[in-house]
């Protein structure tokens, strides 16, 4: 039995938004972190469904791609909360405004 | 040989310098007067070899030194009558110094660096006189300068040495850019800076008229290099204050051979300044007035080696002005005695200063005849020999530069250059009833110590003495009776051109003999009223009647005695102004206007960078909705 | 012994960059000195075994190794050596170890990564100047700037940020004009040919009508101007000279700013003929400028490090005006280029050998007020003979090399215009003012301080780092033939047919 393809995209949609939200208003870094890796995850299912659906084997590829990228994003950005946390105690964005003008 | 007589100096100058720096007294000494007495053998040598073998001007093939594009200067040396001549009196006067040095410098505690120098300066000394081309002679040009900076300074825990060194070398400098001009100029209408190149350029055809009037510019550019050395007006400062240097140094560089190094290369060139008959009447004007000039300072100076030092001056006056009249070879031959006798007079004031622990006033002397009787021996033979009593050596140069210059400069230079003779008289005569005659002025302390200095110091003098009374007997005048060798000796390195030969050959038959003697009677007579004068005036120390004299022309008597305040103009008019422009220019154009540029501009991206982040807040969340509603837009514009 | 020969070029760039990553690798100061030191005197090696074998009779590039970068764009890694960059190269291998030895017994914070920079700095000085390629030209060129900034930046005095902001954002300006000029140069060479190419043997070929001809050479000579300094472009030099530490202050005045005016004879001037036909008064008239500007200032500095940072633009402006003196005839002077060319290198070797000795005294006084001084002769007489002799190469006594430099400049700016000729002149005696008076506040007079009194004469290593430098200032100036033939095909080359110039390669 076959899913449609439908069902992915809305389901990808889903994940996409509620990683965009997330990254948009928590204000703790690591849940801004796991938002961002639900975003590339949202992708994922969308190349995956759509190379399926198109025959194609590019898209996997692509996946493998962002997966690599995504393993390495976490771990330097993992690694860079921890050093704010050691430096300034919180990782809480509210008082991290160093960028401001 | 030629090789070995230049470098001999070169090895003394580096073992005392850099091997043996803390060798002790005798050790330092000996290496340099090994040195010198070496290099004057091979001088001799060489010089005996070059007379046997015609006496013809050759060349000596060095190394290639600098080359690019068409300018080629090789490191080659010139070797003829005049270079020959000019090696005996650097390596023969030199090292009768060296040796003197040795005693006079008694009391230093280590003195290789102070031989290291003078070995160093005999070096560049022999380099400037031979040097094939204008480049080599540079070389040496500068290079006794510096040795004369720095010894000079050589007693440099002194500020006023120090100073005194800094500006012989600078107004050194000014002279030096006139002779690097008349290099380029050389070059770019003759392609070649080689003297014997230049000569045979010159000897072969007739020029044309923009080459000739580039000739006048040359010689004229040269002149102003000869005027910063041999300490002509208007850059003759540096000499007196040059005194600062140890006696020693003043007797080798400042009288006998670095300060005669104008007249040399003037003389090396004579077939350019032979060219150019507006140069030469600047010259000679010069040198006259020159030696006019510092002739009236030493009148009333009453420092030792400060008359000394303007004596100097008017000596060269003297030796510039026979240049310019054409009368080369009596100016060599001035040259060639001056060395002598003012080595000779130097010297023995050295000794009197260190027997006078190290005082030169000559107010505070007197009487050293009776303490210091060989040096007063030595040193009347030299005041006899430059005011020119007949028979010494002073008496066959001066007259007959002053001959020459009434023949080719007419009676009013001649009457310049017997005023001046008679000052002279009158100063040196000064200068020696001050020091030797009289009562002794000096205080309890230092009369106690006077004594006569070492062999070592008083052998050289006599030495020297001799060859005052006698050099002069090289060119004795043919209307004595003599053959005047020096003149015809010098023959094959002037090249007189037609015109100017024709009119001295006319001079000579259209003045009698009985001229010639008229003059010679008259300068001598000057010179025994000029030297009476003095004598009634000094011999039993200062007369009452000088104070009586000086408050009556108290004007022209401070005029004189400061020295025309030429040092205090120099340096209200020019040194001042210069350092507040460069002062101005650093203060305000640099860090005001030029930085004030860059610094607004820094500071006018700061502002706009300012003004454009109020919307920065810092807010991590902020910049991402921001992202997202840019990311929305975007699509919104691509999709429709 | 083949192929050492054909990829001498890259092993003598690339290999500081090496000993540089195993410095910043391996920690250890013991480490950074020793490795530095060998690998900058191997490197120095490297650079003899290419003088050696270097051939003096002929223009053409040598040495020359070609790899393909990006084959769409025309982009080649080229490297090759004339007698012009020659000079510069031994100038920079040279001077590479002396300033590693200066550095052997100090105690700055983090030395290693100090010296580690300036290992790759040294990468990237060989790469400018062999680098035949407009693109890897302007990689280095930047490259340069990277480890200048730290070192001042982070080595550096109390104004250090300022000084470093300043020399970089100066710099960066002038650089970025180049780079729109050479873009603009490459898209006009396949406007012409319809070939993509970045080397400059390809793009001197270019023709390109006056009116463009002026506004890349402005560009390009902006660049190199401010790197030079020229008048009025000079004052991020004396900031950066004095807040930068000794090390960096000898390599910023002895290979940095020879950059720029070695971009003038590479780049801007057979580029753009037909420009500096226009532009050349104007360059002549900065230099003149800048040598009497230079040494007047110079003259009434009190801070040594100054003094000497001024006495460079003074220098410099030698250089410039040697290097486009045009005769009459529309060539340029030979002798001006060898003057200007030899003038870089005593340049490079006097004045990094003042910036050392002033480092020394700084070192044992921690000031380098000229105030400060005086009388030191007597203390130091090592330190005196070297500082006079560093001095007397500075303002060009004949039997230094800075004679040899300056005489030819003037000579062949005499030639071209004879006023300008007089006025450059007058930069000898100014430059013997304010030498001197430097020699005279630091070395004699009596000494006034009572901390002066007891200081110690050079050690063992300063001596062997200043005495080859005084050694070369007098071989310079009494065998400069020994250096001329070498460059004498390549200058005489350039100032002949610089109109239509082209680079050959030697064994193509």
Known sequence: MSVPVENYFLLSSFMFLCGLLGVMFRRNLIMVLMSIELMLNAVNIIFVAASRQLGQVDGQVMVLFVITVAACEAAVGLAMVIALFRRYGTVNTDFLRLLRG | ?640 | MEWFNSHILSILTFFPLLVSAAIFLVPGENFARTAALGGSILTFLFSLHVWHYFDPASAKLQFVESYIWMQEFGVRAIFGIDGISLLLVMLTTALMPLVLLSLWNSHYKHLRQYIGLIMALQTGMIGALVAVDLVFFYVFWEAMLIPMYFIIGIWGGARRIYATTKFILYTVVGSLLMLAAAIALYLNYYRQTGIYSTSLLDLYSVSLDPRTQMWMFAAFALAFAIKVPMWPFHTWLPDAHVEAPTAGSVILAGVLLKMGTYGFLRFAIPLFPLALQTFAPVLIFLGIVGIIYGALTAWVQKDAKKLVAYSSVSHLGFVVIGSVAILADGTLSSEGLTGALYQMINHGVSTGALFLLVGVIYERRHTRMLADFGGLASVMPWFAVMLIVATLGSVGLPGTGGFVGEFLILLGTFQASPLAGVLAATGVLLGAIYMLTLCRQILFGPVKHEENKSLKDLTPIEFAYLAPLAILVIVMGIFPDFFLNKTRASIDHLARNYKSYSLGVEGH
Not at chain 2, 168 to 196: C, E, M, P, Q, Y
Request: net charge neutral.
């Open chain 2, 1 to 640: 040989m030629i090789w070995w007589m230049i470098l001999f100096p070169l090895i003394g100058a580096a073992l005392n310098g850099l091997v043996f720096r803390k060798a002790p007294k005798a050790a330092s000494h000996a290496i340099a007067v090994a040195a010198m007495l070496a290099s004057f053998v091979c001088a001799a040598l060489t010089f005996k070899q070059f007379m046997e073998a015609g006496g013809q001007a050759q060349v000596i093939r060095g190394f290639p030194w600098i080359s690019a594009g068409g300018f080629s200067a090789p490191f080659n040396l010139i070797l003829d009558r005049l270079s020959g001549l000019m090696i005996l009196i650097v390596t023969g006067i030199g090292s009768l110094i060296h040796i003197y040095a040795g005693g006079y410098m008694h009391e230093e505690e280590r003195t290789s660096r102070f031989f290291s120098y003078l070995n160093l300066f005999v070096f560049m000394m022999l380099l400037l006189v031979l040097g094939d081309n204008m480049l080599v002679m540079f070389v040496g040009w500068e290079g006794v300068g510096l040795c004369s900076y720095l010894l000079i300074g050589y007693w440099f825990q002194d500020d006023a040495n120090a100073a005194a060194g800094m500006k012989a070398f600078i107004v050194n400098r000014i002279g030096d850019i006139g002779f690097l001009l008349g290099i380029f100029l050389t070059f770019k209408h003759f392609g070649t800076v080689s003297f014997s190149e230049l000569r045979d350029m010159i000897g072969s055809g007739a020029l044309d008229a923009v080459k000739l009037g580039a000739v006048g510019w040359i010689t004229l550019c040269l002149f102003i290099g000869a005027c910063g050395k041999s300490a002509q007006l208007p850059l003759y400062v540096w000499l007196p204050d040059a005194m600062a240097g140890p006696t020693p140094v003043s007797a080798l560089i400042h009288a006998a051979t670095m300060v005669t190094a104008g007249i040399y290369m003037m003389t090396r060139v004579n077939f350019l300044y032979f060219l150019s008959p507006g140069t030469m009447q600047v010259v000679a004007v010069v040198g006259g007035l020159t030696a006019f000039f510092a002739a009236t300072i030493a009148l009333v100076q009453n420092d030792i080696k400060k008359v000394l030092a303007y004596s100097t001056v008017s000596q060269l006056g003297y030796m510039v002005m026979a240049c310019g009249v054409g009368a080369f070879d009596a100016g060599v031959f001035h040259l060639l005695t001056h060395a002598c006798f003012k080595a000779l007079l130097f010297l023995g004031a050295g000794s009197v200063i260190v027997a006078m622990h190290h005082k030169q006033d000559m107010q505070e002397m007197g009487g050293l005849r009776k303490y210091m009787p060989v040096t007063h021996g030595v040193f009347l033979v030299g005041v006899l020999a430059i005011i020119g009593f007949p028979g010494l050596s002073g008496f066959f140069s001066k007259d007959e530069i002053l001959w020459k210059t009434f023949v080719g400069g007419g009676p009013l230079m001649w009457g310049l250059g017997a005023v001046t003779a008679g000052m002279t008289s009158f100063y040196m005569v000064r200068l020696l009833c001050l020091t030797f005659y009289g009562p002794n002025r000096s205080d309890h302390h230092t009369r106690e110590h006077l004594h006569e200095t070492p062999a070592l110091m008083w052998a050289p003098l006599v030495v020297l003495a001799l060859l005052s009374a006698g050099v002069g007997y090289l060119g004795v005048p043919e209307v004595l009776g003599g053959h005047n060798l020096f003149h015809h000796y010098l023959d094959p390195v002037m090249m007189v051109p037609q015109q100017a030969a024709e009119h001295w050959a006319f001079m000579a038959e259209h003045h009698s003999h009985s001229l010639e003697i008229g003059l010679m009677a008259g300068s001598v007579g000057i010179m025994f009223v000029a030297s009476g004068l003095a004598v009634a005036l000094y011999s039993r120390g200062p007369a009452a009647v000088l104070s009586g004299l000086q408050s009556r022309f108290k004007g022209a008597y401070d005029m004189l005695s400061n020295k025309y305040y030429v040092d205090e103009i120099y340096d209200a008019w020019i040194v001042q102004p210069l350092r507040d422009m460069s002062a101005f220019l650093w203060g305000i154009i640099d860090v005001v206007v030029i930085d004030g540029i860059v610094n607004g501009v820094g500071q006018l991206c700061a502002l706009a960078g300012g003004l454009a982040s109020f919307r920065m807040t810092g807010s991590v969340h902020r910049h991402g909705m921001v992202l997202v509603m840019g990311l929305v837009v975007l699509l919104v514009v691509l999709v429709t």
